[in-house]
């Protein structure tokens, strides 16, 4: 019985030891070959050996992926910001006042953010164009907020219509006006809930592609997952897997970090829009 | 009511001033949404190009089907619903969504079912597995596209040293294994979160009825099928159309991984190679309004048939 009981801790442990690998390996990898140049990026390695940083020096030093990289940092930014201003009044609306067709509109929104992106492509395509704005970060930023929006909105309205009534009736009864409300009852209770959907909204337009390849034209307006998709060597047949890994290990390296300081609040974010919605 | 004399006229000001926090939002969505899906539709019924977006004339279903009988008593048929590159890239977006939500589904259980017994750096498990979900897909696609490398890749070289295979496979040239090469990415990248919002399911269910169960002296695997498996079943219903949403739009992960290759195309691949680089606006709208119908059809059905209920207690 005993050996029996240790037989299967040690094949627990072994199922959650294969999980892990299967997770984190790949990355590693990529990283253990973003620090091999020449033949030693043609030989496979599982252990690194070799740190040579030319890989790094060659994506920071190009002439196009830092301002990639800041493209991608302003559309994500303002991207979120912009969906967060839209999305407070809304949701304080759809959380705390009754009014007809309420949970028609909270059900259109949902099916908004399970739109097919190519469905709505070319017409946002003769938009954007009409505007004016193409191949300029505000095409991202007009487009990417039909996924950022509609999510930010759901997550935002769950979380409001669990706050106590009592909170409001008290700013009432002092005769505070709606706006007065949500700024200065709501908005401070909130910053837990603005900082998970803000990172949420982040990370997915950091990593939108399909209308950031559509919508840029040239490299000094592309952002970071185009720039990489992109990214070739001195000869179509070559592809510089160095320089590409070193990149990637750039734009994700931040990306993991935000996600495993702020895990709890993200995985209750995800669970919020998923489950409940 | 705190003030029963003001009630009314305070119902009235909050529903009006809730109209007016509504409108941004809604106007915004509309431009973004509503406006591009329509004008998509009605391209679709035109013979728009790239180069003149204002040019196009009415052309009816002709981008869809079209029969012509020549005087020589021949019938063409033209249009996306008889061309065979859309129904291959029908069939490929079927496969690939079936088969990758359904890995996904028993690998994501699995992987939360473990998550949910204790055990030492259970903390440190499930930060490792939000890894892959934190990747961009591009990036993630570039870092398989090279560990699938024909020649030099990890994942030929780690078979050939377990005697799996005798000789390197060109994952993602390859026409037979271009699909599996696909899945195998998707798998990595997305079991995490269907493993979270699995894990989030199974931690609503009270402990005290495996407490019973295991009194009572009922096996595991019962337990499992009798009660883990109702009782995650809406949380798992709605994962899974999350998911299958996601898969039957699928673009950025085979674009980048396998381009060119026929046995992986999509719907939306294919649609976006009309609109944008074969120059035939119009027959790519037809098609990416045809995607938009057949998801469309295939949320409410799911929907309807599984009785989902994805409100949330919304009302």
Known sequence: ?277 | MPNPDHGPSLQQQRARSAFWFLAPMLIALFCVAAWPLLRTIWFSFTDTTLSNLYGGKWIGFDNYLSIRTLESGRVIYRGTLVDPAWWNAVWNTVRFSVLSVTIETVLGLMVALVLNAEFKGRGLVRAAILIPWAIPTIVSAKMWAWMLNDQFGILNDIMLRLGLITEKIAWTASTETAMTAVLIVDVWKTTPFMALLCLAGLQMIPRDIYEAARVDGIHPVKVFFKVTLPLVRPALMVAVIFRMLDALRIFDLIYVLTPNSAATKTMSIISRENLIDFDKFAYGSAQSTLLFAIIAIFVSLYIWLGKVDLSGGGK
């Open chain 1, 1 to 277: 019985m005993n050996a029996m009981s240790v037989l299967k801790t040690i094949s627990f442990y072994l199922l959650v030891l294969v999980i892990v690998v299967f997770a984190v390996f790949p990355f590693y990898y990529a990283i253990l070959t973003s620090f091999e140049t020449g033949t030693a990026l043609f030989e496979v390695n599982y252990l690194p050996q070799s740190f040579d940083w030319s890989n790094y020096a060659t994506v920071l030093n190009g002439r196009n992926f830092p301002r990639n990289v800041l493209n991608s940092v302003f559309i994500a930014s303002t991207t979120v910001i912009f969906a967060l201003f839209l999305a407070v009044t809304a949701s304080y609306a759809l959380a705390r006042v009754r009014f007809r067709g309420r949970g028609l509109l909270l059900m259109t929104i949902l099916a908004v953010s399970m739109f097919p992106q190519i469905a709505v492509l070319a017409g946002l395509f003769e938009l954007i164009r009409f505007l004016g704005i193409f191949n300029t970060p505000w095409a991202m930023i007009l487009s990417y907020v039909i996924f950022t929006l509609p999510f930010t909105v759901w997550v935002l309205t769950t979380f409001m219509r669990d706050l106590p009534v009592e909170i409001e009736e008290a700013a009432i009864v002092d005769g505070a006006t709606p706006w007065i409300i949500i700024t200065k009852v709501f908005l401070p209770l909130m910053w837990p809930a603005l900082v998970t959907t803000g990172l949420l909204a982040f990370i997915g337009a950091w990593n939108e592609f399909l209308f950031a390849l559509t919508f840029t034209s040239s490299e000094t307006t592309r952002t970071v997952p185009v720039a990489i998709a992109l990214l070739s060597g001195a000869s179509q047949y070559e592809t510089p897997w160095g320089t590409i890994m070193a990149a990637s290990v750039i734009v994700t390296v931040p990306l993991i970090l935000l996600v495993l300081f702020f895990q709890r609040k993200i995985v209750a974010g995800l669970t919020a829009g998923g489950v409940k919605g």
